[in-house]
């Protein structure tokens, strides 16, 4: 039998009120894991799949929309622009790399990407199977692509149009698997990359540029472009905005600004889950100290018995440590679950959460967990050091 | 074996005075007098639970209150036994983890036998993994008896012990008590003003 054993079952004695305290801890520590790891796993997805790009180009509308439709692929795309500009955009002495993308179909929910070699060279993307695409229709996926759809080297599908859903199939041209990509930790798990040429001529963009014989009807969706130097950050994209039909977003201007309009959200759930931790230290208080009225008796007769005053202090106090050590820990395992099972909901899998996401910091939630189980323990426990056992025994 | 000397206490203007006490080992003495007489007082300075206002308490060659606290706890669960006059056990223990209690904090390993064998004497070994809620008052009064005799003290005191029991429960509380203090060669000291008590002893101070 030791002080811990003691506390333990003390604390079993009433179920109820050890059910409920446990619950509010948990629950203020489970939201507060949640938006830990939610907010640094959504910030690290929009760093990670930015990383390199300067600047998009696309066509007019909200910057935003065009940031996350052709870094993150989530959003629908503004629209397209005319390969000819986004050629001349290319060649500017400023721009070090443009990295065109065509988007407009998906297979299954994934996005399918025409590009070129330059979007592997940016992502520095690597095979895990197989090749690179070659000719019109090979396309190659991304691991959590092949995983989920369970695909190998070989296969076949058809895309569909649009980008979220399967239900105008491309009936006429098939798609081959060459290669399966790496995983890299991005966006890119979660695409299926096929040349440019592949896209237009799926919607018959080819057949339709050699009829005419005029000047080139391709378009684009987009170009990721890389500055030459940094120099450029201002000019280049005054010029775009200014000088042509397009428009001109920096990635790092628009997640920041996507980051304060989620950060308004985030905060009230950070305080709403302190007020909950606060509340959760009132009551462990409130249980301790009432409790002790109760137990006073019990106390007194274990000072008789030989126990130290330091005992008795450290009796209250680990009812105090284990309640939210106890409340803690389920939070931060809660928060685990429920973040998978968000993101297990997630409509588009590129900024897909997952619940298997392990971060220090979740340390520092449990010690603040056992650091309110003290602050509420310690004024009951004080009191418990300082009675006086005769008069305690006395008034029995 | 325990002895006082001008033991006093006083609450607010109200004085006690308690006589000199000279207890030898093996010997059972009853602490007598009237309610408010101070009874309860001085067995609480003789147990080490109240300071008292002045005087001395020796128990064997230990001056008890020159003893640090953390020492004189140690003391009272090595050395003194108490029966309190209220029968109770900690709620949230079976029987045998309240006997588990008086050993730890005594700072003995805890003796499951020990307890088995102190249980079965006092005839309530079915209820050892009882809760104290399931325990009549006889019951209960035997289990904080067989807590008080567990560590084998050399002093045990009983304040008021049958003070709420029926005569049956009464006289096989003190018959205990006699038998368990005569078995291990310790000194019982019990404070009442039960009169049913009286008979059983034939030493007595007068408070």
Same mark, same amino acid.
């Given at each position: ?108 929910? *994934? ?226 679950? *429920? ?16 619940? *298997? ?40 | ?64 209150? %020159? ?130 008590? %009286? ?9």
């Amino acid at each position: 039998m030791n002080l811990i054993t003691i506390s333990w079952k003390s604390l079993q004695f009433n179920r109820l009120t050890f059910f409920l305290n446990v619950l509010l801890i948990a629950f203020g520590t489970g939201i507060l894991t949640l938006l830990l790891l939610g907010s640094t796993q959504a910030g690290e997805k929009l760093k990670g799949n930015a990383n390199g790009i300067d600047l998009v180009v696309g066509a007019k509308g909200s910057p935003l929309q065009l940031i996350l439709s052709s870094i993150y692929f989530i959003d629908f795309p503004t629209g397209n622009i005319s390969l000819d500009d986004a050629q001349d955009l290319a060649r500017n002495p400023m721009v070090k790399r443009a990295v065109p993308l065509a988007l407009g179909d998906n297979y299954a929910g *994934f996005r399918i990407v025409g590009t070129d070699t330059s979007y592997i060279n940016l992502y520095n993307l690597k095979l895990k199977q197989g090749r690179f695409w070659r000719k019109d229709f090979d396309v190659v996926i991304g691991s959590e692509v092949a995983k989920i759809k369970k695909l190998k080297v070989g296969d076949k599908f058809n895309g569909s149009h649009g980008l979220s859903s399967d239900e105008d199939v491309h009936e006429g041209n098939q798609n081959t698997i060459t290669g399966i990509l790496e995983s890299s930790g991005n966006s890119t798990d979660n695409l299926v990359l096929t040349s440019i040429e592949s896209i237009w001529n799926m919607h018959g963009i080819e057949k339709d540029h050699k009829q005419s014989g005029h000047q080139s009807k391709k378009e684009i969706t987009s170009l990721l472009i890389q500055y030459r130097s940094r120099m450029s950050i201002v000019l280049f994209p005054m010029m775009v905005n200014k000088s042509t039909s397009m428009q001109a977003a920096s990635p790092a201007k628009e997640s920041a600004r996507l980051f304060s309009l989620i950060g308004v959200g985030v905060q009230t759930a950070k305080w709403f889950a302190l007020f909950v931790m606060l509340i959760s230290a009132i009551s462990i208080f409130v249980t301790l100290y009432n409790s002790l009225k109760d137990r006073m008796y019990d106390l007194a007769l274990m000072r008789v018995m030989g126990a130290s005053q330091l005992k008795i202090f450290m009796i209250i106090m680990l009812e105090g440590i284990i309640l939210t050590g106890i409340g803690s820990v389920i939070g931060v395992f809660l928060g685990h679950v *429920f973040l998978h099972i968000i993101g297990y909901f997630q409509d588009s899998p590129q900024a897909r959460l997952s619940g *298997f996401y392990f971060m220090p910091e979740e340390l520092h939630l449990v010690a603040g967990g056992f650091f309110i189980g003290i602050m509420a323990a310690i004024l009951p426990a004080i009191q418990a050091y300082r009675a006086d056992i005769s008069k305690t025994i006395s008034i029995g | 074996m325990l002895t006082t000397k001008s033991l006093s206490h006083h609450y607010g203007n109200e004085k006690l005075s308690f006589p000199d006490l000279n207890i030898r080992k093996g010997e059972q003495w009853l602490l007598l007098g009237e309610s408010g007489s101070g009874k309860t007082t001085l067995l609480h300075i003789l147990t080490g639970i109240k300071k008292p206002f002045s005087g001395e308490v020796f128990i064997q060659e230990t001056e008890l209150y %020159k003893l640090s606290g953390q020492e004189l706890d140690q003391f009272r669960g090595q050395n003194i036994g108490v029966v309190f006059q209220q029968a109770h056990l900690i709620k949230s223990l079976t029987v045998k983890e309240n006997l588990f209690l008086a050993q730890t904090f005594a700072g003995f390993k805890n003796n499951e036998d020990r307890i088995i064998e102190v249980l079965t004497e006092l005839d309530i070994i079915q209820k050892i993994n009882s809760y104290p809620a399931s325990l009549s008052q006889g019951q209960l009064q035997r289990a904080s008896i067989a807590r008080a005799v567990l560590n084998k003290p050399f002093l045990l005191f009983a304040d008021e012990p049958t003070s709420s029991l029926d005569n049956k429960n009464a006289k096989t509380v003190v018959d205990l008590l006699l038998k368990l203090s005569e078995s291990s060669g310790g000194t019982l000291v019990v404070s009442t003003h039960d009169d049913r008590v %009286k008979e059983a002893f034939s030493k007595e101070y007068i408070l």
